[in-house]
């Protein structure tokens, strides 16, 4: 089991920025691929960016790309997700998701999400 916990979220004017923070905990060692997917009110949820182990390699939605940055650091167990130049539609509950592989064995993890919310 993985447990996800993000942070990070809030209100800010359009144009600024927010840095977005999930950390793992559990059975972090079967973690691998760990991305960052939003859910507007009434769409569906969408991937935003994904990040591989190593963390050298990284893909985003085309919506966010050159403005959001995926990052991880693996000593502290956390995924990241900045987050510049902000648009009103950016607006969302963030969700933190996580691959494993246990065994040979692949499951998914999702964190409780952090609301967004970008002013025009």
């Known amino acids: 089991q993985v447990q996800l916990v993000e942070s990070g979220g809030g209100l800010v004017q359009a144009g600024g920025s927010l840095r977005l923070s999930c950390a793992a905990s559990?059975?972090?060692?079967?973690?691998?691929?760990m991305g960052w997917y939003r859910q507007a009110p009434g769409k569906q949820r969408e991937l935003v960016a994904t990040?591989?182990?190593?963390?050298?390699?990284?893909s985003y939605a085309d919506s966010v790309k050159g403005r959001f940055t995926i990052s991880r650091d693996n000593a502290k167990n956390t995924v990241y997700l900045q987050m510049d130049s902000l648009k009103p539609e950016d607006t969302a509950v963030y969700y933190c998701?996580?691959?494993?592989?246990?065994?040979?064995?692949?499951?998914?993890?999702w964190g409780q999400g952090t609301q967004v919310t970008v002013s025009s």
């Open positions: 998701k996580a691959w494993t592989n246990l065994n040979g064995q692949g499951a998914s993890y």
């Open positions: 990040i591989t182990t190593s963390g050298t390699t990284r």
């Open positions: 559990g059975s972090i060692f079967s973690i691998n691929d």
